[in-house]
């Protein structure tokens, strides 16, 4: 009850913010007492709509260089300049890029690469909710090939680089991996791998929660790795509160129009959704967190399955072999070439 007060009321946590707190006050805050000689890079996916949409205006304002990877390039044009119009010195890259597809994911990052560009932010923030079973070009179900594998093999394939620019910059680098509370949703019996992969029994708001449980493990597990590399990169998850986006429109059958109307005024606006991940990214006060779950722009509390490491680690080992039999890679090496522990 205190805590369903805190959110209707928008009062501050420890971090001095609330679920009322918007992207533009915290990077406001959070760049103005990041003195750098460095422009920061960051790439946010899923930024044609939406919170990541609100996510690249708020750092490309503040002087953040922003990369979209887009599968709909003139929707990306739309929203780049719909940015510029409001920021004219904002830097905008567009890249084409399928997140369910991996393939697609190796070619963005090969040209993302060639660019020869600093990294500091990876901001996986890309979500898709299918209602019916549908298969990627890889015969993986939609859902999870797009909000978890996606992400990872994207990771995976920047890792390098994020790692690069920390150490040359002095700057930590940042990884968001954007989840939501519908994670506490997934159970131990139905998050089985192979049945991720290709369900026989398909449920829509579970293989949404499954994929947001996995992006919490992913979280958890490489900021172990890290940590244990000594890597100057830390990675979080965060839940960005409910709010109207394409993800909601898509629950049609499972929000109804008139339950929507009622609850309409929890639902956050597109600003005070992306708070939290600019919190994540942003903020002095999460210099060296790593492995945890926001909320509100606050460390917040996951499900008791997300918080297991061996459940972490398994579906990590999991991943990566499923990810090098598609790229018919030595088990010593990565996607990107380059040998690994």
């Known amino acids: 009850m ?5 959110y209707l009321t928008g009062i501050a946590g420890p971090s001095g913010y609330g679920s009322k707190t918007t992207a533009d006050e915290v990077a406001q805050d959070c760049l103005s007492s990041m003195p750098t000689s460095h422009q920061l890079t960051a790439i946010v996916t899923g930024a044609t709509s939406g919170i990541g949409a609100e996510t690249a205006r708020v750092l490309a304002k503040r002087g953040v260089r922003v990369v979209i990877p887009a599968r709909d390039l003139r929707k990306a044009e739309k929203v780049k300049e719909s940015i510029q119009r409001e920021s004219p010195e904002a830097e905008i890259i567009i890249l084409e890029i399928d997140l369910s597809s991996f393939a697609s994911i190796q070619r963005f990052c090969s040209e993302f690469l060639s660019l020869g560009l600093p990294l500091h932010i990876l901001i996986n923030n890309a979500g898709k909710y299918s209602q019916k079973l549908e298969f990627s070009e890889d015969k993986i179900e939609l859902t999870f090939a797009t909000n978890y594998l996606g992400h990872f093999l994207l990771t995976e394939m920047l890792l390098g680089k994020m790692v690069e620019t920390a150490s040359q910059c002095c700057i930590q680098g940042r990884i968001v991996n954007v989840s939501s509370v ?20 398909y449920n829509g708001t579970r293989a949404y929660a499954q994929s ?7 979280a958890k597990e490489l900021a172990r790795q890290l940590k244990a590399r000594k890597a100057n990169v830390t990675i979080n998850a965060v839940h960005p509160g409910i709010v109207k986006t394409g993800i909601i429109r898509d629950y049609r059958g499972f929000i109804t129009d008139s339950l929507y109307f009622m609850a309409s005024k929890l639902l956050k606006s597109t600003s005070q959704g992306a708070a939290t991940t600019c919190y994540v990214a942003l903020s002095p006060q999460t210099v060296g967190v790593s492995g945890k779950y926001f909320a509100d722009c606050n460390e917040s509390r996951c499900s008791a399955l997300a ?15 499923l990810i090098h039999r598609r790229f018919l890679l030595p088990v010593g090496q990565n996607v990107m070439g380059s040998s690994t522990n």
Request: glycine share 0%; charged share 35%.
């Open 307 to 321: 918080n297991e490491e061996a459940e972490a680690r398994k579906l990590w080992k999991q991943t990566r072999a």
């Open 2 to 6: 205190k805590a369903t007060l805190k």
């Open 212 to 218: 947001k449980l996995a992006n919490i493990l992913h």
């Open 182 to 201: 519908i994670h506490n949703w997934a159970d131990r019996k139905h998050f089985c791998f192979s049945k991720l992969l290709t369900p026989k029994r």
